[in-house]
């Protein structure tokens, strides 16, 4: 992942700071998902950044820094939205199916399958306490519109199995690095609804035109 | 983990090699799962099997195969049910049920998570081809229970949907410990067949009592 050569850099921002930051995040994130975390040393991230690693420490604080907001950067889009979406007007169905198939996209769509980072036996270090927190209130707001939208009120792990199916598509992206993402997208937004009870009739009535 | 001691050996074995071979397995299962699978050494697991590390040689080519098979056992027993239950008489969501239940109760229950192991880039080398034929192998099967199960045909990805639900334990066990695993067990074989578009009643005639 070398350095693109002649980048344009950000008119605000002359030095090109947030490009280094950036590219050392873009850097670090395909050697963790390749090489792996354990084997990736500041160094490594460095040079195929194309940056000297001084300039790294000077962004981050280290490795499970840069570890971290990768972690933190595939639940805070999400996140957000689901905050967003459990105030919105529309029927509680078609926000969980909005929510499913953007989630969906941000974990099966990126550059590199950064959902394997969530086992690393490194990630249940205290350090990374910040992208728990975040998973778990994402977990917590699929919990709530799951609620919300579920015909049957027998399952009390709604979240759980909502937040796991979202989730899979980290393994099945590993199958088949070549994912049609907008097709698993409906897909697995169309099967949320259905694991939670919603009839044909309303999932076709929450799932819009992609 | 250190070696039990006074165990007692298998009649049929009087020096304790199938004793030894199950020992690394398990210390290795636990480091890789812990420590991780790059930081383990074979000195490391040898140690904690209370093995000389000459032993490993004598039952493993080296890490690479106490991993692959630490691997084939998360999927070859639900494999060999599989086969068992494409040809059963009990009704197709009865066996799909059967086979999800007692395949989380293999990835949820052991004593350690081996289903973290997956996404390890070094999982993806030529060596573990064995691996993931038997995955492919189960998958189809979920694939075709699932479509011999299923009320609708408007999926054409069930095998990838049921088993990403059903590997779906995998996560959720990293993330609470304690999984109530019969529990767990119930909700992800009634879910399954929730996804699949099976009626409440259907769902109840397929589980059995626990």
Redesign the interface.
């Known amino acids: 992942m070398a350095r693109r050569p002649g980048r344009p850099r950000a008119s605000g921002d002359p030095h090109g700071e947030r490009d280094t930051r950036q590219d050392v995040l873009d850097a670090a994130a395909a050697l963790f ?4 975390f ?2 990736t040393s500041t160094r490594a991230i460095a040079d195929a950044a194309g940056v000297r690693q001084a300039s790294i420490y000077h962004h981050f604080a280290g490795k499970d820094a840069i570890l971290l907001e990768l972690l933190l950067g595939t639940v805070q889009p999400s996140l957000e939205l689901a905050d967003a979406l459990v105030a919105a007007p529309e029927p509680a169905p078609a926000r969980l199916w909005s929510l499913v198939h953007a989630d969906v996209a941000l974990l099966a769509g990126g550059p590199v399958n950064l959902g ?1 980072l ?5 990630v ?1 270090a205290e350090q990374f306490a910040p992208f ?1 927190v975040l ?2 209130r994402l977990r917590a707001r699929y919990s709530e519109l799951a609620d919300a939208a579920a015909a ?1 009120s ?2 009390d ?1 709604r979240g ?2 909502v ?3 979202v ?6 992206r ?2 088949t690095p070549d994912l049609d993402v907008p ?2 997208q409906r ?2 937004a ?2 949320v609804l ?4 919603c009839t ?1 009739t309303q999932i076709a009535a929450a799932s819009t035109p992609s």
């Open positions: 998902c390749s090489v792996g354990t084997s394997v969530y086992v690393l036996p490194e249940a728990h998973r778990a049957r027998e399952a792990d759980a199995l937040l796991g199916l989730e899979s598509v980290i393994l099945r590993r199958d097709v698993v897909s697995v169309d099967a259905r694991l939670i009870g044909p």
